[in-house]
């Protein structure tokens, strides 16, 4: 069965440090991989899409690479902020029709001042 | 520009009760998805409107789940009746379809409402 896999511990680092988050997947074949933030009683809020032919993608201090082989995408926050500790969510899209995504259980991430 | 919202926040019913979830998208979204996330559990896609129509419903539990979309603007859930199981948090997400180059493409970002915590006693 499809399965994504995420950094189940939590990461902790220090402010200004660059967070990186790994989103591993296994039987299935997708067309766009995306990132989602999610914040205590909220739901996910849409940060990147990057696509099956991209290698890696940017949006300010926000990176993530797509390897198709290794079925494995990088997620890396640069100079990071207190304001980014939320839970980051892999979500795999197939492209079809119906767009459903996949999600993968999130990690926590926390940067410490 | 008005976000996706749900109604309500929060609902504790007994067991064997009726629930109904509503989920208004961003106006103009013809795309309109509900998820569920069960807690320890990863996010679960239910089911997938185009307008009115039912696109894709195959994550849809089973039968006591009735998902509506008249009118192709905002969508209801309903849980008849309720079981312990259903306990969760419902997302309701929306998304645009957009014209790029020569076909149309869905630009997939999905925008989420704040969740209904579902809690079934």
């Known amino acids: 069965s499809q399965k994504i896999e995420q950094n189940s511990e939590a990461l902790n680092i220090q402010e200004g440090k660059t967070a990186t988050l790994t989103c591993n997947y296994t039987n299935y074949s997708p067309a766009y991989l995306q990132w989602y933030r999610q914040d205590p009683g909220r739901g996910p809020v849409f940060l990147l899409l990057i696509r099956e032919n991209e290698k890696e993608k940017r949006k300010e201090r926000l990176k993530v690479t797509f390897d198709t082989t290794l079925k494995q995408s990088l997620f890396h926050i640069t100079a990071s902020q207190p304001a980014d500790s939320a839970t980051y969510l892999c979500a795999l899209d197939n492209a079809g029709n119906n767009r459903k995504l996949i999600w993968g259980l999130g990690t926590s991430l926390a940067v410490n001042p | 520009e008005a976000g996706v919202t749900q109604f309500p926040s929060h609902s504790v019913i007994e067991k064997g009760q009726t629930v109904t979830l509503r989920c208004d998208p961003i106006s103009g979204h013809d795309n309109l998805y509900w998820y569920r996330r069960v807690m320890g559990k990863e996010i679960k896609f239910l089911l997938h409107f185009v307008k009115e129509s039912k696109q894709d419903e195959s994550g849809m539990p089973n ?22 199981e259903d306990s969760g948090v419902y997302f309701c997400a929306s ?3 957009a014209f790029g180059g020569q076909v149309w493409r869905f630009y997939n970002e999905q925008f989420f409402g704040p969740g209904t915590r579902l809690t079934v006693l």
């Open chain 2, 63 to 84: 039968n006591r789940f009735l998902a509506e979309r008249t009118g192709g603007t905002y969508s209801t859930l309903k849980v008849q009746p309720a079981e312990l």
């Open chain 2, 95 to 97: 998304s645009q379809v």
